[in-house]
């Protein structure tokens, strides 16, 4: 059954680091996006992408982010300066159409730890 | 006012017994509902889906949407010591994003 992948697993920087996350979602879907779940928290979205361009951002995604499909597989999330406080999971998920009765499907997660 | 609300505390059900989790949500205009599971340190795994009024059942697992008191519901049936994960209610929004609630952590015990 085809799944959302992301690397790394576990993904350890200091602050003010770059850090860029990696997402491969399932093949035949159209729509992309990141969300993120600090521990003890719910998860909150970050922002999705179709057709190459952000389609929606939370505020949350500020100019510290930035998300690039740098081939036709990968997408990619990017912290430039990273925070303390952007510790926290990060998921990736994927559907295949726009439509309300679509479903995301979420990868395994990458956690951050930003010391 | 919170986007979508889980507010009951953990819930521990014998086993085979029915596990009932309650949601709220504010955007009276959301169309699409979901249920997800999360275990521990682990993604939030799709266990239902529902987009009228009424009740899906999948399963041992039965979702119940009302969007006149804007509330979502998921029982599950014959409860099993593997259902012990917390269940995330969540509603699409906007263009297509996904607000979740803080969860409802289940234990099952055997």
């Known amino acids: 059954e085809p799944e959302v992948t992301q690397t790394p697993s576990h993904q350890v920087t200091q602050m003010g680091q770059e850090v860029i996350l990696r997402c491969v979602p399932i093949?035949?879907?159209?729509?992309f996006y990141w969300y993120r779940q600090i521990l003890g928290q719910k998860v909150e979205f970050l922002v999705s992408?179709?057709?190459?361009?952000?389609?929606?951002k939370s505020e949350i995604f500020d100019d510290q982010f930035s998300v690039e499909r740098p081939d036709g597989s990968n997408f990619t999330l990017k912290i430039r300066s990273t925070k303390l406080e952007d510790s926290a999971m990060y998921f990736c998920?994927?559907?295949?159409?726009?439509?309300?009765?679509?479903?995301?499907?979420f990868g395994p997660g990458t956690r951050l730890t930003v010391l | 006012q919170k986007e979508v609300e889980q507010n009951s505390g953990p819930l521990s059900v014998p086993e085979g017994a029915i596990a009932s989790l309650n949601c709220t949500y504010s955007?009276?205009?959301?169309?699409?509902f979901f249920w997800y599971r999360q275990y521990s340190g682990k993604s939030p795994e799709l266990i239902m889906s529902?987009?009228?009024?009424g009740d899906k059942e999948d399963g041992r697992f039965t979702a119940q949407l009302n969007k006149a008191s804007q509330y979502v519901s998921l029982l599950i049936r014959d409860s099993q010591p593997s259902d012990s994960a917390t269940y995330l209610c969540a509603v699409k929004s906007g263009n297509n994003r996904l607000a979740f609630g803080k969860g409802n952590q289940v234990v099952v015990i055997p």
């Open positions: 955007d009276r205009g959301s169309q699409s």
């Open positions: 529902i987009y009228s009024n």
């Open positions: 992408f179709y057709n190459n361009e952000i389609s929606e």
């Open positions: 998920a994927s559907s295949e159409r726009r439509a309300d009765t679509d479903t995301q499907y």
């Open positions: 093949s035949n879907h159209l729509y």
